[in-house]
């Protein structure tokens, strides 16, 4: 079955500075690629996702890149703010069936 | 649109005993999800439901938990008897019917076994 593997485990950044997390999955028939953050106590909020007929998309500060090939896909998130320090989980998926998570990473953005 | 809710918020309960938690999905969503976080590791599947059927329940721990969607509504997940490694936080997410469509998460119920 698929297998998401995610790094670091933790990430600590200055605010303003960039932050990139890295995630490569098993299965090369997934084709959706969701990032969630979820802050403590709350629920996991989708945050961007990637298909995997796309290598790249933006939503303002948050970037996802995706290679098929190497089978990885990373977040970027640029001009970080003390409010995203959360931790941030990606996760593979084929259509509509269950989504596999990576171990999640924990990021601190400090003032 | 309402989110996905999910009820109770937390409960605790002894060894043993049994607990059902309720999840209901954001209208119109066919696809229901339940997932688990143990000790603070990665979410990890239980099973789906589209409408009333089960269309994958793999990643069910083992027979003491049973899922329900009768009518294609809402959900519930029972444990019982509950063990003290059922501890965790449950969480439902639900989509709408078709590939790729994004899961939305309900603040999930944090689950305490004594």
């Known amino acids: 079955g698929e297998n998401v593997e995610q790094h670091p485990s933790t990430l600590s950044v200055q605010e303003g500075d960039s932050a990139v997390i890295k995630c490569t999955y098993s299965?090369?028939?997934?084709?959706?690629f969701p990032w969630y953050k979820q802050e403590l106590g709350k629920r996991p909020q989708l945050i961007i996702d990637?298909?995997?007929?796309?290598g790249e998309k933006k939503d303002q500060r948050i970037a996802v890149t995706l290679n098929k090939t190497a089978k990885h896909f990373s977040l970027h998130i640029t001009e970080t703010q003390p409010e995203d320090s959360a931790v941030y989980f990606c996760a593979a998926s084929r259509g509509f069936q269950k989504l596999v998570f990576g171990t999640g990473t924990r990021l601190l953005v400090s003032p | 649109e309402a989110g996905v809710t999910q009820f109770p918020s937390h409960s605790v309960i002894e060894k043993g005993q049994t607990v059902t938690l309720r999840c209901d999905p954001i209208s119109g969503h066919d696809n229901l999800y339940w997932y688990r976080r143990v000790m603070g590791k990665e979410i990890k599947f239980l099973l789906h439901?589209?409408?009333?059927?089960?269309?994958?329940e793999s990643g069910m721990p083992n027979n003491r938990f049973l899922a329900e969607r009768t009518g294609g509504t809402y959900s519930t997940l029972k444990v019982q008897p509950a063990e003290l490694e059922d501890s965790g936080v449950y969480f439902c997410?639900?989509?709408?019917?078709?590939?790729?469509?994004?899961?939305?998460f309900g603040d999930g119920t944090r689950l305490s076994i004594l």
């Open positions: 439901f589209v409408k009333e059927s089960k269309q994958d």
């Open positions: 997410a639900s989509s709408h019917r078709g590939g790729n469509q994004p899961q939305h």
């Open positions: 299965d090369s028939a997934s084709n959706y």
């Open positions: 990637i298909r995997s007929n796309v």
